[in-house]
């Protein structure tokens, strides 16, 4: 087993009311020429303060997978029309060949920070497509699966191998992380601080885990949410993505 551990990433793009930190899990190994690790193209971190607009834009060849743990992201298309993103109800958007949204918070929405995963497709140009709706409740000190590949158990699916998970640990309790034969791990702790294998991870800071021990375990240090990616770094990916190339 290796772990590679990341601090709070230096990639950072400031547009004033909307800022974004990409973490990207190829970066984690020294030396890696690919920003990706596999399927898993980039982790964004998203801040949006109130009344926030982003116009309409296009992505492309991106599975893109909204995961707000508090407040609302206010998403709007042409073919869908509004859907509000919160913690009970994740997005994924399948971009595929071309899909065109926009994002927003309103005035009276509290200050947003989230994060939006971007999935390399297995196969350029597919149809697009929009998955939104309920979540089961989060519970504390447990793993929820919300993504997986698709044709899986996960109640929203990507068109890659890749397993999406998070968990909110209370202070001084541990979990085993998820586990798929022959998998790596990578993960992002978003809030609180954690120890895996003896090393400690606070908030944006990430690891990826190459070969995972089958009782890898995730020790809170304070009240902490954590997402974890259980990824297939051989599966057969697309490098055309509006932001997974």
Not at 108 to 113: A, E, F, G, I
């Amino acid at each position: 087993m290796k772990i590679y551990k990341a601090t709070r990433t230096k990639f950072v793009n400031d547009m004033g009311l909307f800022r974004i930190h990409f973490s990207f899990p190829g970066y984690s190994i020294p030396g890696n020429s690919d920003h990706g690790y596999g399927p898993l193209a980039a982790v964004v971190e998203s801040f949006l303060d109130p009344g926030t607009w982003i116009r309409l834009h296009e992505h492309s060849n991106d599975e893109i997978i909204s995961w707000v743990p508090d407040g609302t992201m206010r998403h709007d298309d042409v073919t869908v029309g509004k859907l509000a993103t919160d913690k009970d109800h994740p997005m994924v958007m399948n971009a595929g060949r071309s899909f065109w949204h926009e994002e927003r918070t309103l005035d009276d929405d509290p200050p947003l920070r989230m994060l939006q995963i971007f999935v390399r497709p297995h196969t350029l140009d597919l149809p697009p497509k929009i998955q939104h709706g309920p979540l089961i409740p989060a519970k504390p000190n447990a793993w929820r699966k919300f993504v997986g590949p698709e044709g899986s158990s996960a109640p929203f699916h990507v068109r890659n191998d890749v397993e999406i998970w998070d968990i909110r640990l209370e202070s001084n309790s541990s979990a085993t992380f998820p586990r798929e034969p022959g998998w790596d791990i990578y993960f992002y702790a978003f809030t609180g601080e954690i120890k895996v294998s003896g090393t400690i991870f606070k908030e944006a800071e990430t690891g990826l885990v190459q070969k995972p021990d089958a009782n890898l375990t995730l020790n809170a240090v304070k009240n902490s949410v954590v997402v974890a990616f259980l990824i297939k770094s051989t599966a057969t990916v697309t490098r055309k993505g509006t932001v997974g190339r």
